[in-house]
């Protein structure tokens, strides 16, 4: 926000200079972005009149004016093309330096063009560093002093100030608002202006109807008949818009952005003869159309609330008005309104349509509810005097329900002195909380404390320490050690951290990835199709607006960046949320833990051969991870499906009987669509589902000789090696200390539906040595077992 240092002090003159005052606003947390002049450097200017004007005899363009504002009329050649007799302008006399951009002047010298001689220079906004309109030379209220200096006429012996405000701070969007703070930082009155009612004059009024009375508690309207738009503006007024970064349009948007500017409430007028029937703030109907002030024709959303006639939406409520309503030359009538919304009705949606207007940015953070009728009010006083007409009573319709209700606070004593490293009287902190506005009273622990209606940041008492901290001064704030009673946090010993997993991960050369939770729509429908997303409300940007359901599709666009950019062996892994709808209020938020891998097994080297990677390097990864977590081997691996993954070469991950996350390739059709030209594998697990274990146990070792038998069973090429590892476990008995799947063999000698399986039988009795027959009996059961289970043959 921009504003003029003169425009503050007339509020509060603190005996500071403007670099004293920009360093306390910044240590108060307003920062002050910088500041400048509101004028180029030049002198010798002054207000000069144009008593007559003709035409240059040579030049098309040029004419010649006879001008008054030195010690005598001057000659003065010009091209501007609002140039004219009887008009008030910055003349720049014979010997004048005016401002350029390297900062080193030009002097005004006598001229001839074209053969007539020109003593000094007419000057418009651009010359004098005062603006950007260079159209023509700059025309001055008519009473403007002929022949007084322009620097001390507009008074531009002043400093823009430009704040840069956080988003909790829009009390601070405003004249007032900065002057409230600075008054309470050198403890001074604020010398508020004076709003007094309007008597009406007439009682005309125009019926308001409020429909959506949540998402607008408060509006304000007032009719005012016979204006007359032609009047400009005041010099001053202009001015103080101009020196904030806004340009003078007519007396009636001026007045409403003046008022906007001084006091944070935002307003709007409509030509009251334009409207039809009555006002309604209502939701807009999907799809109903609205062609706002700037020209741009918008199709609404169902969410979105407007100010409506009978016949059509004509504004944007807290955004933008409608053209069809505009004030215009030929507007007799206006509908002055003013209106609270509330922040959280309004916040994004001015952005979704691709709009940001000095209204949205402070009703989104939060307007004074109380200050609707008294801004209401102050622009009829300016209006009656600027544009003369008549005012009618003023109509308010309040929802008390809905609007906010003043935060109620508790401040303990000793919170201060923990928390800020200090002791402060209770009678300067109850100042202090006085004079911002906050109503105070004593309790046996502390103060409560009630906060003022333009306070919507005051929630916790963290926000009342950090009002005193700031008030108080941030560099007077002692520097003490922090004292605090601290233990040590119980470890669970049968729990996994995920910073283990990270660093498995990191040692098997992966790179780890942190990516957004907002992702594109789009890359969700191509990786999830089946699951449901959360869209968001108010999103950074349209490919950012759906809360991620799975970590893939962050992963995938990372790969995809990557093997655009001519990495071709590429490992990331991510930890992070995923969001899934669960029908409650806020989604369901799971821990999740997933990987990639594609290219080369091995980084290049003379040594490797240039093999990829498969499936199964990325499940003995995975694997590693698992062995982490539950050495046991509790997890196994079946066949499953999975959206975004290979239907025939994906495995569901099982922890006794549950899914805890799947694993595989890439699906082709997805592949294809993300233009990536070889294989990916991905895997995909819940944290909080494998990192459960059991307290590790020592199990001595047995001293006695181990038995191992291989089989070779042959079985259909249907029947997953894991169902049968699972049987012959099953069968084995307690002597079975290892089995292991070293051979799978399809091809020649084997029926084409069947396949062959070498299994090692490893066994151990932990207090004597197993005989011939204990062991034969341990392989018949298992030989059963599987003939029985699977129809399995014995290979010769």
Not at 33 to 61: C, N, R, Y
Not at 212 to 237: E, F, H, Q, T
Not at 411 to 426: S, Y
Request: glycine share 8%; with cysteine; net charge negative.
């Amino acid at each position: 926000m921009k504003l003029s240092e003169q425009w503050l002090r007339e509020w509060v003159n603190p005996n500071i200079n403007t670099d004293e005052l920009v360093e306390q606003l910044t240590m108060a947390g307003l920062e002050v972005d910088g500041t400048e002049p509101v004028a180029g450097e030049f002198t010798g200017v002054v207000v000069g009149e144009i008593l007559s004007i003709e035409q240059h005899p040579d030049a098309d363009k040029l004419r010649v004016c006879q001008v008054a504002g030195g010690d005598e009329v001057v000659q003065v050649v010009c091209g501007a093309p609002n140039a004219r007799a009887g008009i008030k302008i910055p003349f720049a006399t014979v010997g004048a330096k005016l401002p350029t951009e390297d900062g080193k002047g030009f002097k005004i010298k006598k001229a001839k063009l074209r053969g007539v001689e020109s003593h000094g220079m007419l000057c418009s906004q651009v010359e004098l560093a005062m603006g950007e309109d260079s159209d023509g030379i700059w025309e001055l209220a008519a009473d403007a002093p002929t022949g007084q200096d322009i620097r001390e006429y507009l008074q531009l012996n002043d400093t823009i100030i430009e704040v840069d405000l956080t988003p909790n701070r829009a009390d601070c969007l405003s004249v007032a608002g900065i002057a409230r703070d600075t008054g309470v930082l050198n403890k001074l009155a604020v010398t508020e202006v004076e709003v007094a009612a309007v008597a009406a004059s007439i009682e005309d009024t125009f019926p308001v109807a409020v429909s959506a009375k949540a998402d607008c508690p408060r509006y304000v309207g007032r009719v005012i008949r016979n204006v007359d738009v032609s009047k400009p503006s005041p010099l001053w007024m202009q001015e103080k818009l101009r020196r904030a970064g806004l340009r003078s349009i007519d007396a009636v948007v001026d007045v409403t952005n003046y008022v906007l500017l001084e006091l944070g409430q935002p307003l709007h007028a409509f030509d009251l003869n334009l409207l039809n029937g009555g006002i309604n703030v209502r939701l807009a109907e999907q799809g109903e159309k609205i062609t706002l002030l700037d020209g741009q024709e918008l199709a609404l959303r169902d969410d979105t609330l407007v100010i409506a006639d009978q016949q059509q939406a004509v504004a944007l409520a807290g955004i933008m008005g409608g053209a069809a309503t505009a004030v215009s030359s030929n507007t007799k009538d206006i509908f002055l309104e003013s209106a609270f919304f509330a922040p959280v009705k309004i916040a994004g949606r001015a952005r979704s349509y691709g709009l940001h207007t000095d209204s949205s940015h402070r009703f989104e953070r939060g307007v004074d509810y109380q200050l609707q009728a008294k801004a209401c009010e102050r622009a009829t006083q300016l209006l009656l005097d600027i544009v003369g007409g008549e005012a009618g009573p003023i109509v308010e319709l309040s929802s008390e329900a809905d609007l906010p209700k003043a935060a109620e606070l508790n401040l303990r004593a000793n919170r201060i002195e923990r928390v800020l490293g200090l002791t402060m009287e209770r009678a300067e902190v109850k100042d202090i909380l006085t004079r911002l506005g906050m109503a105070v009273t004593d309790t046996e622990q502390g103060w409560k404390v009630v906060a003022p209606s333009w306070r919507f940041d005051m929630a916790i008492e963290a926000d009342l320490l950090e009002e005193l901290a700031r008030i108080y001064g941030y560099n007077r704030l002692p520097v003490t050690k922090i004292h605090a009673e601290l233990s040590l946090r119980a470890k669970p010993e049968a729990q996994t951290e995920l910073q283990l997993m990270r660093r498995q991960l990191v040692a098997n050369g992966y790179q780890e990835a942190i990516t957004y939770s907002f992702i594109d729509p789009k890359m969700h429908e191509l990786v999830c199709p089946n699951d449901a997303a959360v869209a968001l409300s108010n999103p950074i940007s349209a490919d950012m607006s759906v809360m991620r359901t799975s970590l893939w599709p962050g992963l995938l666009a990372a790969m995809q960046h990557n093997l655009n950019r001519q990495q071709s062996r590429v490992r990331l892994f991510e930890a992070g949320l995923s969001f899934i709808p669960d029908g409650s209020e806020l989604p369901k938020q799971e821990q999740m833990l997933a990987g990639a891998i594609t290219g080369r097994r091995h980084p290049e080297s003379w040594l490797e051969n240039g093999e990829t990677v498969d499936f199964y390097d990325l499940k003995g990864d995975l694997e590693g991870i698992l062995s982490l977590c539950d050495p046991s081997g509790s997890f196994e691996f079946v066949r499953g499906e999975c959206d975004g993954l290979h239907p025939g070469q994906t495995a569901e991950i099982r922890r006794n009987g549950e899914n805890v996350g799947y694993i595989g390739a890439i699906h082709p059709q997805l592949q294809k669509k993300l233009g990536i030209s070889q294989a990916v594998y991905l895997f995909q697990v819940n944290v909080a589902a494998i990192s459960r274990g059991e307290v590790p146990a020592f199990t001595e070792l047995s001293k006695y000789p181990e038995v191992r038998r291989d089989l070779a069973v042959i079985i259909d090429r249907e029947i997953e090696a894991g169902a049968v590892q699972k049987a012959v476990k099953a069968a084995a008995g307690s002597d079975l200390t290892n089995l292991r799947l070293f051979d799978i063999y399809e091809g020649k000698g084997i029926d084409t539906k069947r396949k062959s399986l070498a299994l090692g039988l490893t066994f151990q009795h932990s207090s004597r040595t197993l005989n011939e027959d204990e062991v034969n009996v341990c392989v018949d059961q298992v030989i059963k077992a599987l003939e029985t289970q699977f129809a399995a043959t014995l290979r010769n």
